[in-house]
């Protein structure tokens, strides 16, 4: 057994297929055309026409009517990166017509997801004539009927899931809306917006050369809500982080590059950069704040950079530690539910920032759907993850007859709960995803590419694996099986002593491997001479000098 007691599943065990051909085979990736879309995508060929995609044409004609009339446009963002980055690109092509324009963010405590009918009352005193919603509003259909009713059109850009109701807006800009008719249906919010720009500026500006820099100049906001929103690195979604990345080294947009500065983000910028060291950060005001801390920042082109950063700065470490505090309390409270088929957890301590966290880390470590809930006075409020077996937007529509409000897409989801139905809704959710799991399904899992040779451990592999970048949903990190490595020196390392660092030899070669949050088990290697490690190959540099490195995922003492 590993030493976080977990199944290790091998997608390849083909002894014939090269490494190289294991990883393609892992990704379905068979024909030449396919390859070549993967590993090289292009404008011409992967970012679609805009107008491809439903109400597009008339979403233009109606900002462009909008524009010339001065009339006042409010963006309705999220709280999250999706969200504020998606806004910041919307924000930033408006800006560029002159238009007026201005935005709204919601409080995640105080008003949670989506349009409420207070902003629509508020965009009717304020004489808002057009609101364009930014991945959100695809199931806000009452608040949708009541802008109308008060003269404000609203054009919808989402990609969650649709619901049977689909709001009468004016215009609505979602791939996966039926008779959309996009060829790529998992953009995610920031994706939409993206295309939603792009229209803009193929109708508004005259030059090709214009129309490109434009776009292309709001690929890397575009980038990182397609990472931190977990959308699939495959198709259009690939060029966009791909080229997006590119365009994040050297952003056009100060706060974005203070962002980058503080977080210590430096030369080539990886998707592990923006979904660990940039995206909390602009989380983290719409955890424990408020987001619009985070798109002030992107918005920003003066010396204002400078403190919108640092409160960030300040938001994120004080998440940080919240997390420390009740992760252990969630734990404990996990651990008595590991016989049902999904966890719900709720304490009045847990907040509701951060309960999406909190839920995140109970699938991760037991492999199973989580809710986390903030208790309030007459309601909880709750943030959902699941496992690759179940749907949680359609596990919450078997208990929509119980909840007040609820949205999201097949991975994560949101609700509030009058406290008064909370057992009903428990019953009700181990009901339906009981009958979409079983005790197979519940067993902890470490995918794992497939088992290589210590030969294959090498700066040869190392680049190879370049290829495939960049990593992400769709597209994971290659981790691979090596067996029997022998066991020269180890400690734990860190100022807290949390991570565990192996020497070996590996070709006559000395290589070093790292395993992040894995101190806890150096007891564990008292005495052992070899270990099966579960593992990435990394690249490590000191003083100018590269290595091949191994970054550990799992490990056993080898039989």
Same mark, same amino acid.
């Given at each position: 057994?590993? /030493?976080?007691?977990?199944?290790?599943?091998?997608?390849?065990?083909?002894?014939?297929?090269?490494?190289?051909?294991?990883?393609?085979?892992?990704?379905?990736?068979?024909?030449?055309?396919?390859?070549?879309?993967?590993?090289?995508?292009?404008?011409?060929?992967?970012?679609?026409?805009?107008?491809?995609?439903?109400?597009?044409?008339?979403?233009?004609?109606?900002?462009?009517?909008?524009?010339?009339?001065?009339?006042?446009?409010?963006?309705?963002?999220?709280?999250?990166?999706?969200?504020?980055?998606?806004?910041?690109?919307?924000?930033?092509?408006?800006?560029?017509?002159?238009?007026?324009?201005?935005?709204?963010?919601?409080?995640?405590?105080?008003?949670?997801?989506?349009?409420?009918?207070?902003?629509?009352?508020?965009?009717?005193?304020?004489?808002?004539?057009?609101?364009?919603?930014?991945?959100?509003?695809?199931?806000?259909?009452?608040?949708?009927?009541?802008?109308?009713?008060?003269?404000?059109? /609203?054009?919808?850009?989402?990609?969650?899931?649709?619901?049977?109701?689909?709001?009468?807006?004016?215009?609505?800009?979602?791939?996966?809306?039926?008779?959309?008719?996009?060829?790529?249906?998992?953009? +995610?919010?920031?994706?939409?917006?993206?295309?939603?720009?792009?229209?803009?500026?193929?109708?508004?500006?005259?030059?090709?050369?214009?129309?490109?820099?434009?776009?292309?100049?709001?690929?890397?906001?575009?980038?990182?809500? +397609?990472?931190?929103?977990?959308?699939?690195?495959?198709?259009?979604?690939?060029?966009?982080?791909?080229?997006?990345?590119?365009?994040?080294?050297?952003?056009?947009?100060?706060?974005?590059?203070?962002?980058?500065?503080?977080?210590?983000?430096?030369?080539?910028?990886?998707?592990?950069?923006?979904?660990?060291?940039?995206?909390?950060?602009?989380?983290?005001?719409?955890?424990?704040?408020?987001?619009?801390?985070?798109?002030?920042?992107?918005?920003?082109?003066?010396?204002?950079?400078?403190?919108?950063?640092? +409160?960030?700065?300040?938001?994120?470490?004080?998440?940080?530690?919240?997390?420390?505090?009740?992760?252990?309390?969630?734990?404990?409270?996990? +651990?008595?539910?590991?016989?049902?088929?999904?966890?719900?957890?709720?304490?009045?301590?847990?907040?509701?920032?951060?309960?999406?966290?909190?839920?995140?880390?109970?699938?991760?470590?037991?492999?199973?759907?989580?809710?986390?809930?903030?208790?309030?006075?007459?309601?909880?409020?709750?943030?959902?993850?699941?496992?690759?077996?179940?749907?949680?937007?359609?596990?919450?529509?078997?208990?929509?007859?119980?909840?007040?409000?609820?949205?999201?897409?097949?991975?994560?989801?949101?609700?509030?709960?009058?406290?008064?139905?909370?057992?009903?809704?428990?019953?009700?959710?181990?009901?339906?995803?009981?009958?979409?799991?079983?005790?197979?399904?519940?067993?902890?899992?470490?995918?794992?590419?497939?088992?290589?040779?210590?030969?294959?451990?090498?700066?040869?592999?190392?680049?190879?694996?370049?290829?495939?970048?960049?990593?992400?949903?769709?597209?994971?990190?290659?981790?691979?099986?090596?067996?029997?490595?022998?066991?020269?020196?180890?400690?734990?390392?860190?100022?807290?002593?949390?991570?565990?660092?192996?020497?070996?030899?590996?070709?006559?070669?000395?290589?070093?491997?790292?395993?992040?949050?894995?101190?806890?088990?150096?007891?564990?290697?008292?005495?052992?001479?070899?270990?099966?490690?579960?593992?990435?190959?990394?690249?490590?540099?000191?003083?100018?000098?590269?290595? /091949?490195?191994?970054?550990?995922?799992?490990?056993?003492?080898?039989?």
């Amino acid at each position: 057994m590993s /030493v976080l007691k977990k199944q290790w599943v091998i997608k390849n065990t083909d002894r014939k297929q090269s490494l190289l051909k294991k990883l393609l085979a892992n990704r379905g990736l068979e024909s030449e055309v396919e390859m070549e879309q993967f590993f090289h995508p292009t404008a011409e060929r992967d970012f679609h026409d805009p107008f491809l995609m439903k109400d597009m044409g008339k979403a233009v004609l109606r900002i462009g009517q909008a524009i010339e009339k001065g009339e006042r446009i409010m963006i309705f963002g999220d709280y999250d990166v999706d969200g504020v980055t998606g806004s910041a690109i919307l924000m930033r092509a408006l800006r560029l017509f002159k238009a007026n324009v201005s935005y709204r963010l919601p409080h995640r405590i105080e008003d949670g997801y989506g349009l409420r009918e207070k902003f629509i009352k508020e965009f009717a005193k304020l004489d808002v004539k057009l609101a364009i919603t930014v991945d959100n509003g695809i199931s806000c259909f009452n608040e949708v009927a009541l802008a109308n009713e008060l003269g404000i059109d /609203v054009i919808i850009s989402d990609h969650h899931t649709v619901p049977e109701k689909i709001p009468a807006a004016y215009a609505i800009l979602h791939p996966k809306l039926p008779g959309c008719g996009y060829p790529f249906t998992e953009l +995610t919010g920031a994706g939409v917006a993206l295309k939603l720009a792009q229209a803009l500026f193929e109708r508004r500006l005259d030059s090709v050369e214009a129309r490109e820099q434009a776009t292309t100049g709001l690929l890397d906001l575009a980038c990182m809500g +397609t990472i931190a929103d977990f959308g699939a690195l495959t198709g259009e979604n690939r060029y966009i982080v791909k080229e997006g990345l590119r365009m994040l080294e050297n952003t056009r947009w100060p706060g974005l590059s203070r962002l980058k500065d503080n977080a210590g983000c430096k030369g080539k910028i990886s998707t592990y950069d923006i979904g660990f060291l940039l995206g909390p950060r602009i989380n983290a005001a719409g955890r424990i704040s408020h987001s619009s801390h985070a798109l002030r920042l992107l918005l920003a082109d003066d010396d204002s950079t400078h403190v919108l950063a640092d +409160t960030l700065e300040k938001l994120n470490r004080k998440r940080q530690k919240m997390m420390e505090e009740l992760n252990e309390l969630a734990d404990t409270m996990a +651990t008595e539910q590991l016989q049902n088929p999904i966890i719900i957890l709720h304490h009045p301590e847990f907040h509701g920032g951060i309960i999406g966290l909190i839920a995140a880390k109970m699938v991760e470590k037991y492999s199973r759907p989580a809710i986390a809930m903030e208790e309030r006075a007459e309601s909880l409020i709750g943030s959902c993850r699941t496992t690759a077996s179940v749907n949680i937007i359609e596990a919450l529509s078997s208990a929509k007859d119980l909840l007040s409000h609820f949205g999201g897409h097949a991975g994560a989801a949101g609700f509030d709960l009058p406290k008064k139905n909370l057992q009903a809704f428990k019953e009700r959710l181990m009901l339906t995803v009981g009958k979409a799991t079983n005790a197979e399904s519940c067993l902890p899992k470490l995918a794992i590419e497939c088992e290589i040779s210590h030969e294959e451990v090498s700066q040869q592999s190392m680049e190879m694996l370049r290829w495939f970048e960049p990593f992400g949903a769709g597209n994971d990190a290659p981790r691979f099986l090596l067996s029997g490595v022998p066991l020269h020196d180890y400690r734990t390392v860190g100022a807290d002593k949390k991570h565990l660092k192996l020497t070996t030899r590996l070709n006559g070669e000395k290589v070093d491997a790292i395993g992040f949050k894995l101190g806890s088990f150096v007891s564990q290697l008292n005495g052992s001479k070899t270990l099966d490690l579960v593992c990435e190959i990394d690249e490590n540099e000191w003083q100018g000098k590269k290595s /091949v490195q191994l970054k550990i995922a799992d490990f056993r003492v080898a039989e």
